[in-house]
């Protein structure tokens, strides 16, 4: 029982919008408050919550102290394999970034031990960076691909070129070999991350993510659904048009072939290292093709939106990566696709927002995953 509650307490402290007090965790879990407090202080000396500086009360008695998650006093690293960087962010309980390390390549086709090897240094040097300093509690990785639901298995990242690559073992031999791996779909993460910097706000989406490819995330109460398999939410291979240009997973007309990141550069007739930035500042500048090439990626992820809110019935499109930095000329063909194409637009209408975590969300989602399992039962952290 004190174990759940444990679990409980911390739960409460993390996910209030705003600081709380015992009482406060009191009222919504329905414990007393003596066992409230004794709660608390294990977490507290555990360095798992922290005491904020007293408010002034209402009325007459003591100032309630307000309880928040507690700094830099243990931390789980998000890897992020990406098709253009590798990356490895260090996350603690309050969301702060305490070390970070990105490395650009080209990982189109590539080999995977290989880069597997990269990524397993950069770990190691994030790692580094941290000595003397917080408990490491987990690694969570994302990869631009399906994971098998439970698993630590990537089965196929078709601009990686890799199938079937397991990843639970990537730490097996290092001074890091004992950290909990956990493995998930690089947008299921974004979104993870997008949902936890909501704050409960806002509780259904369908995220989508632009990158070399196009990643999507259904959330729906505030978690990413999977799927009985873990392929739930692949909007980057909903066909648009089926006689459309080849897409990397073998077939053709995918959102992906019209919308990713290669798509636009190549209709745009930029180079094939030119970054979204340069895509930007063209179509800003009314470059034909550029205008062309970003308007056409959102007319295509229009349509394929409209189908996907047509199926899971959410109203609210979140646009990210790619998608957020063209937002000001992607949006607008987006929605009015979606005012064609939604059947219940006129009663719910879309609508399209941009997401509010910007720098990496895939490595901060990769690293909550992996503070997942301290926050659901903290007891193995706390010791009494
Ligand atoms: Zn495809």
Not at 102 to 119: C, H, I, M, Y
Request: proline fraction near 5%; include cysteine.
């Amino acid at each position: 029982m004190r174990r759940s509650n444990l679990g409980l307490v911390l739960r409460e402290v993390l996910s209030a919008p705003a600081p709380v007090s015992r009482a406060d965790v009191a009222a919504s879990t329905g414990l007393t408050r003596a066992t409230v407090s004794s709660l608390v202080e294990s977490l507290l000396a555990a360095g798992l919550v922290t005491e904020l500086a007293p408010v002034a009360p209402q009325g007459a008695g003591r100032p309630a102290v307000p309880l928040g998650p507690a700094r830099g006093t243990v931390a789980a690293l998000g890897l992020v394999i990406s098709v253009d960087y590798l990356g490895v962010r260090a996350l603690d309980l309050a969301g702060e970034v305490l070390a970070e390390r990105v490395e650009a390549g080209d990982f189109r086709r590539s080999d995977p031990p290989t880069v597997l090897g990269g990524a397993r240094r950069l770990v190691g040097e994030v790692a580094g960076d941290l000595a003397d300093g917080p408990r490491l509690v987990g690694l969570g990785i994302a990869v631009p691909g399906l994971v098998a639901a439970g698993t630590r298995r990537l089965r196929i990242a078709p601009n990686l070129g890799w199938r079937d690559v397991d990843l639970g073992d990537l730490l097996a031999g290092t001074p890091l070999a004992d950290l909990r791996v956990e493995v998930d779909n690089e947008a299921n993460l974004a979104a993870r991350a997008e949902s936890w910097a909501r704050k409960g706000d806002v509780r259904d989406f369908v995220y989508v993510n632009g990158e070399v490819g196009v990643g999507g995330a259904l959330v729906q109460a505030g978690a990413v659904f999977v799927g009985s398999d873990g392929g739930a939410g692949e909007i980057g291979h909903i066909t648009v048009a089926p006689d459309g240009p080849d897409c990397r997973c073998g077939a053709t007309g995918c959102l992906e072939a019209f919308a990713g990141m290669d798509a636009m550069r190549r209709a745009a007739g930029l180079p094939v290292d030119a970054g979204v930035e340069v895509l930007l500042d063209r179509a800003a500048a009314s470059d034909a093709a550029a205008r062309a090439a970003v308007e056409g990626a959102g007319r295509a992820l229009g349509i394929a939106l409209a189908s996907t809110l047509n199926t899971v019935a959410i109203h609210r499109v979140v646009l990210a990566g790619n998608f957020a930095v063209l937002a000001e000329f992607v949006r607008a063909p987006v929605a009015a696709e979606l005012r064609r194409r939604v059947l219940l637009a006129e009663w719910s209408p879309p609508e399209v927002e941009v997401a509010l975590v910007d720098d990496r969300p895939a490595a901060t989602g990769a690293a909550l995953a992996a503070l997942a399992g301290l926050i659901a039962d903290p007891a193995a952290w706390t010791t009494a």
